[in-house]
């Protein structure tokens, strides 16, 4: 079955700190992976997808990502946290039918 | 570009009572549009594909009878909650598909936060 999973449901870094989101897909889903951020009672923002060609994907606010497909991961980076990062980040991947495959979400929090 | 709306924002009703929520593609078309619910501190669940102009096709253990979708135009899908329940307090999301893009990629309304007293 198709399937999202991203490592750790919490993580914390320090301001300025290295933010590292894991996400590793099942190698059924199309190639087609995202990344989105919620903010407390709001909708979700892209911040970055990846559909063909370069493996390394910028996004906004500085995040990058890089499709790895022989480790099926598409793990999720910024070089320095900032507090306005803190948010809940969800790795998605492409389903059929143009459904998307959530993972369960990765709650972020920067602490001074 | 590629903004949803979302209409209300938040709404509290009564049990017993439906509810209808509006989700709007403002500045394109949207032949797809998809309905989500979500509890707290949960990932997103869909609930529903709605395709415009024929009927919406409804995930399992989602009883369409009580959460009825209607898509009549390229820029409007309806949720409306029938006889709501407490256990329906709920945040519901829509997106939506630019028709013919091939990238799965989907706009995010701002959701609607349900409370049923």
């Keep these: 079955a198709q399937s999202v999973t991203q490592l750790g449901s919490h993580v914390s870094v320090s301001e300025g700190a290295l933010v590292l989101l894991r996400c590793n897909y099942s190698s059924s889903v199309p190639p087609y992976l995202f990344w989105y951020v919620q903010y407390p009672n709001q909708g979700l923002q892209l911040l970055l997808k990846y559909t063909t060609g370069a493996t390394l994907v910028k996004g906004i606010n500085g995040f990058e990502a890089e499709f790895k497909k022989s480790e099926t991961s598409f793990h999720l980076t910024k070089p320095s946290a900032h507090m306005s990062d803190a948010a809940e980040y969800f790795c998605v991947a492409g389903g059929g039918y143009n459904k998307l495959i959530f993972g369960a979400g990765t709650r972020l929090a920067v602490h001074p | ?117």
């Design chain 2, 1 to 117: 570009g590629a903004v949803v709306s979302q209409h209300p924002s938040w709404v509290i009703c009564k049990s017993g009572t439906s509810v209808k929520i509006e989700c709007r593609s403002l500045d394109f078309q949207a032949t797809t549009m998809f309905w989500y619910r979500q509890f707290p501190k949960q990932s997103l669940m869909l609930m529903a594909t709605s395709n415009e102009g024929s009927k919406a096709t409804y995930e399992q253990g989602v009883e369409k009878d009580k959460f009825l979708i209607n898509h009549a135009s390229l820029t409007l899908s309806t949720l409306t909650v029938t006889s709501a329940h407490p256990e329906d307090s709920s945040f519901y999301i829509c997106s939506a598909l630019i028709a013919g893009e091939p990238s799965y990629e989907q706009y995010f309304g701002p959701g609607t936060r349900l409370t049923v007293t």
